[in-house]
């Protein structure tokens, strides 16, 4: 299980994405490219304006 890290800007963009907790330096690379090919979320909002919100996802992978 990789923990990618990753801030959704105000406009909805997935930006700063790092490895929060890694496993091996293959499995960190893949999840970083596919925490990267994240489509545009909808922004967090305080008091009705945008703000950036922090996100920590887990991967999990399986291995065979």
Avoid: C, H
Avoid at 9 to 16: H, L
């Amino acid at each position: 299980r990789v923990f990618v890290q990753f801030v959704i800007s105000e406009t909805g963009q997935v930006t700063s994405v790092r490895i929060a907790r890694g496993v091996d330096p293959y499995l960190d690379q893949e999840a970083l490219r596919v925490v990267k090919m994240i489509p545009p979320w909808k922004p967090g909002r305080q008091r009705g304006k945008p703000v950036p919100v922090n996100y920590i996802v887990p991967i999990n992978f399986k291995l065979y």
